[in-house]
């Protein structure tokens, strides 16, 4: 299954369980001074970032690769939403036409196919921007429980590519989500679209898992990238 298909598949439940992504969006609006009037928001899901904004604006720009989830975000006529993918140079060729004051991203760009030409692509807007990407040690405890590898970029990777491009503020934070059973934890991964679409265990795998899970929370790594 498509990452997007996912995404729009349990859509509705989305902003039930997206309380990590709010978490990052809080953190990320936290950092803005200025109160730009035209944002391009990159992968804008249900409209978490246009929520929480408290300013007035003139145009508010969402894409998303995810119908689903575009049918969820607020809408006005000062908000423009396109259903697009940034893997794809067409999204940027006709975003870079226009012009924007402020460039966002929450909890997005970890499914960038190239996330260094994605970078490249964000440069050109030369405008300043707040990122944040969920990197490798999310879910951490179960990658090494189940002996798999975490299809994340580590912290680490994701600051030496955006150093190519940015003259930023580069931050890892580290977020724990506490369950009362290690069943509601994965339904948790589930629907909050954090799994990236992989299925990659049986269900004699899963269950196992599910067993042997030794902690009570979820892990979750966010890198911030604040700048121009």
């Not at 893997?87 to 966002?104: A, I, K, Q, S």
């Not at 940015?166 to 948790?188: H, Q």
Request: glycine share 4%.
């Amino acid at each position: 299954m498509k990452i997007s298909s996912e995404f729009s598949k349990y859509a509705p439940h989305y902003n039930s369980y997206n309380i990590i992504q709010n978490r990052v969006v809080e953190k990320l609006l936290s950092h803005i001074n200025e109160k730009p009037k035209r944002i391009l928001d990159l992968g804008c899901g249900s409209g978490s970032v246009c929520r929480a904004i408290d300013w007035e604006y003139e145009r508010f720009s969402g894409v998303d690769f995810a119908k689903g989830m575009l049918e969820l975000h607020p809408k006005s006529s000062k908000i423009e939403l396109i259903y697009g993918d940034f893997n794809d140079d067409g999204l940027f060729e006709n975003l870079l036409r226009d012009r924007y004051d402020f460039v966002f991203s929450a909890s997005a760009l970890q499914w960038a196919d190239d996330l260094d030409r994605v970078f490249g692509k964000i440069k050109q807007f030369n405008a300043p921007l707040a990122l944040a990407i969920f990197t490798a040690n999310t879910f951490k405890t179960i990658n090494k429980t189940a002996s798999i590898n975490s299809i994340l970029k580590s912290a680490d990777e994701v600051n030496e590519l955006q150093k190519k491009y940015f003259d930023a503020e580069f931050e890892v934070v580290n977020y724990r989500l506490e369950f009362e059973s290690t069943r509601e934890m994965f339904r948790y991964i589930k629907r909050s679209g954090v799994s990236g679409a992989r299925k990659i265990l049986s269900y004699k795998e899963s269950k196992k898992l599910l067993n042997e899970y030794p902690l009570n929370y979820l892990e979750f790594e966010v890198v911030f990238i604040y700048g121009c």
